[in-house]
């Protein structure tokens, strides 16, 4: 997956969220939900502007599929060179950042201790 966000990430751009990624002032905070512990979730590759959208990828999205895990919120400081592309066509600020080992440079924001 990495290696596919590398290479394509760019491509998966509009030309509007292209331009908007240019004009972001870095480095910028983001985050990333979901269920499991926080280095599963922190090693995800898409991550998002908004902890909103953090808090229902960890809270609401795993519910409607019935799983039961703890949900997690972590944060962290990305810089330009980390982040491959900017998505926001379904309005979640998404930011793809591929070789995400971030466990070790994330804030947790709920969940697992």
């Given at each position: ?55 229902f990828y960890a809270n609401e999205w795993p519910r409607s599929w019935g799983a039961k895990g703890e949900p997690v919120i972590v944060s962290r ?37």
């Amino acid at each position: 997956m990495d290696e596919f966000i590398e290479e394509w990430g760019v491509s998966l751009m509009s030309d509007a969220e292209a331009r908007e990624l240019k004009a972001m002032a870095f480095p910028l905070t983001v985050y990333r939900g979901g269920t499991g512990t926080v280095d599963e979730v922190a090693s995800g590759v898409s991550w998002t502007l908004d902890r909103e959208v953090a808090s229902f990828y960890a809270n609401e999205w795993p519910r409607s599929w019935g799983a039961k895990g703890e949900p997690v919120i972590v944060s962290r400081s990305v810089d330009e060179n980390e982040a491959f592309a900017f998505l926001n066509d379904r309005s979640e600020a998404e930011i793809l950042i591929p070789y995400a080992d971030h466990a070790e440079n994330v804030s947790i924001l709920e969940g697992a201790p």
